[in-house]
């Protein structure tokens, strides 16, 4: 069975820091990224429908300048991978701080565009 994507996934390493409840502050990375979620390699697990909040910089390809994005994500599925060493989680976003989702798009799209020659033909 062939999995379908609504956008493509783009293999990137950047690190995210993740605020869990008790207020500590985790760093991890991530190994994809797409319109929806991101996969983040992290040394500690998740459980699903854990609800997160992640914050990272992009590069905002209107201003050219690096910004704080910001968003609550929700953990789908959470496996260790043993040639990573580590746990590979995958997330989706639940909703973004400010003009969050608008910076990480460009983002994105900038990405897609460099590597693919494809737009991601959102706003």
């Known amino acids: 069975m062939q999995e ?3 956008s493509p996934r783009i293999k990137i390493r950047f690190k995210v820091g993740v605020l869990l409840s008790s207020g500590e502050v985790h760093y991890v990375w991530t190994y994809d990224i797409s319109l929806g ?4 390699l992290s040394e500690y697990s998740a459980d699903s429908g854990d609800i997160l909040r992640v914050f990272f910089s992009a590069l905002d390809t209107e201003t050219d ?3 704080r994005v910001v968003a609550r994500i ?3 599925r ?3 991978d043993g040639s990573e060493r580590c746990f590979r989680i995958g ?3 639940v909703d973004f701080e400010g003009n969050g989702r608008t910076v990480y798009n460009r983002y994105l ?3 897609l565009y460099s590597r693919y020659g494809q737009r991601l033909g959102v706003g």
């Open 91 to 93: 997330v989706e976003f």
């Open 78 to 80: 959470a496996v260790y």
């Open 74 to 76: 929700r953990v789908i």
């Open 65 to 67: 300048t690096y910004l």
């Open 37 to 40: 979620g991101m996969q983040l």
């Open 4 to 6: 379908r994507r609504a």
């Open 109 to 111: 799209d900038s990405r």
